[in-house]
C-alpha cells in the first residue's frame, strides 16, 4: 500500500462553489441601482435545527459523486460521535486543521451532537476520498463563535507542515494560508511524497450548526467548499 492510501485509511475516522453566493448569506446583487439580495444565498433567518434533522443535512452518495467527478464513491463510516487523534500528530494546536469531528477541538463549544461521513471509491488505493461534519449548538450564537475559533486556529496554521503517525503509517502534511470569504474559510493542504494527493477543508455556519467538509484527490478545486454550500442549502430546508 502506498502512503497516499495509508493516509486515507487513518483519516476515515475524519464546479465552483453551488448557485454563486449560496452560502454567503450577505450577497447582494444591483438592479436599476438598488442592492437586493441575491435569490440563490441561504436564508438570513434559519429556524433552529434539532438532532433528529441533522442526517438530512448531510449530501447523498449521489451528490458527493457528482461534485467529485467520480462513480464508485460509498459511504464507508457513519459516526454519531467525535473522535481524538491529538497523539497522533506533531502539532495538536493544528487538530482541527488536520482532521474533522475531533473531541478535543470541540470541548467547550457547547456543541449537542454531531453527524460525520466519509465516502470513498472501495478499491485501496482510491482516487477520491470526501468527509462531511454537522456538528448541533443549543444556539445560533455559539455555533458562530466556534466557526471563528476554528478560522483563527486554521490561519495560525496556515503554511506550516504537520506531520501524522498513527503506529502503522507516518506522512506530512503541508498546510497552505486561509481563505475566509464571507460566512466560508477554506484551506488546502498537500501530502508530501504522495504523488499529488491534496485536500481542500471548508467550514461555514447556519443558524445552530456549523457545516464542515473536506474534499481529497489527485489535484483539488473547490470541491469541500461546493459540499458546504449544498449542506448550508440543505440546513436552510429544514422545516
Known amino acids: 500500500m502506498n502512503s497516499a492510501a495509508n493516509a486515507r485509511r487513518s483519516l476515515l475516522t475524519l464546479a465552483s462553489v453551488v448557485a454563486g453566493c449560496m452560502v454567503m448569506t450577505g450577497c447582494v446583487s444591483t438592479v436599476s441601482g438598488v442592492a437586493v439580495r441575491d435569490r440563490s444565498a441561504a436564508p438570513v433567518d434559519v429556524p433552529p435545527l434539532k438532532d433528529a434533522q441533522l442526517a438530512k443535512v448531510l449530501l447523498t452518495v449521489r451528490d458527493i459523486n457528482a461534485v467529485m467527478g467520480s462513480t464508485d464513491m460509498e459511504i464507508t463510516s457513519e459516526l454519531d460521535q467525535m473522535t481524538d487523534h491529538s497523539r497522533t500528530i506533531s502539532d495538536p494546536d493544528c487538530l482541527g486543521a488536520i482532521y474533522g469531528a ?105 443558524s445552530n450548526v456549523t457545516l464542515e467538509a473536506w474534499a481529497c484527490s489527485y489535484g483539488i478545486n473547490d470541491e469541500a467548499a461546493t459540499i458546504v454550500a449544498k449542506m448550508v442549502y440543505n440546513a436552510s430546508k429544514k422545516k
Request: charged fraction near 30%; hydrophobic fraction near 30%; aromatic fraction near 10%.
Open 102 to 206: 475531533e473531541q478535543p477541538v470541540y470541548d467547550g463549544s457547547g456543541w449537542t451532537s454531531v453527524r460525520d461521513q466519509v465516502a470513498r471509491e472501495p478499491e485501496e488505493d482510491n482516487q477520491h476520498w470526501v468527509e462531511q461534519t454537522v456538528v448541533l449548538y443549543p444556539n445560533a450564537d455559539k455555533a458562530q463563535r466556534f466557526w471563528e475559533k476554528s478560522k483563527s486556529t486554521w490561519k495560525k496554521c496556515g503554511g506550516s507542515a504537520v506531520s501524522v503517525d498513527d503506529g502503522q503509517s507516518s506522512y506530512t502534511w503541508q498546510l497552505e494560508d486561509l481563505d475566509a470569504k464571507d460566512q466560508v474559510i477554506t484551506q488546502r493542504t498537500t501530502q508530501e511524497d504522495a504523488g499529488g494527493w491534496e485536500c481542500e477543508h471548508a467550514m461555514s455556519y447556519v
